[in-house]
């Protein structure tokens, strides 16, 4: 069983940066693929970001691409995700999730293929 718990969100105005970050309980950390998440009211959950084993192989939305790095310190089970030049449509409730993956290239894009979830942390970006 792996716990997921995010902090970093808050209220920021458009172009400001914030960094979140997700600590994962557990010692297989390392071989776990994971991803961040976001969900605005009114809306469907969906991909912000990816990452495997390692964080030598990553993946984003078109949305944030440029803006936004997923990154990962296996040494402190912790994924981050930096967003810069934040934008009012980012607002959102922003989710990590995470899985066991044998492959170590391995990352994922459809929530559907994560088995952990975090409570989520509330970014809100004002105009």
């Known amino acids: 069983q792996v716990q997921l718990v995010e902090s970093g969100g808050g209220l920021v105005q458009a172009g400001a940066s914030l960094r979140l970050s997700c600590a994962a309980s557990?010692?297989?950390?390392?071989?776990?693929?994971m991803g961040w998440f976001r969900q605005a009211p009114g809306k469907e959950r969906e991909f912000v970001a990816a990452?495997?084993?390692?964080?030598?192989?990553?993946d984003y939305a078109d949305s944030v691409k440029g803006r936004f790095t997923i990154s990962r310190d296996n040494a402190k089970n912790t994924v981050y995700l930096q967003m810069n030049s934040l934008k009012p449509e980012d607002t959102a409730v922003y989710y990590c999730?995470?899985?066991?993956?044998?492959?170590?290239?391995?990352?994922?894009?459809?929530?559907?293929?994560?088995?952990?979830w975090g409570q989520g942390t509330q970014v809100t970006v004002s105009s």
């Open positions: 999730a995470g899985d066991l993956t044998y492959y170590s290239g391995s990352l994922y894009k459809r929530a559907s293929e994560y088995k952990y």
């Open positions: 990452i495997n084993w390692s964080g030598g192989n990553t």
């Open positions: 557990g010692r297989t950390f390392s071989r776990y693929a």
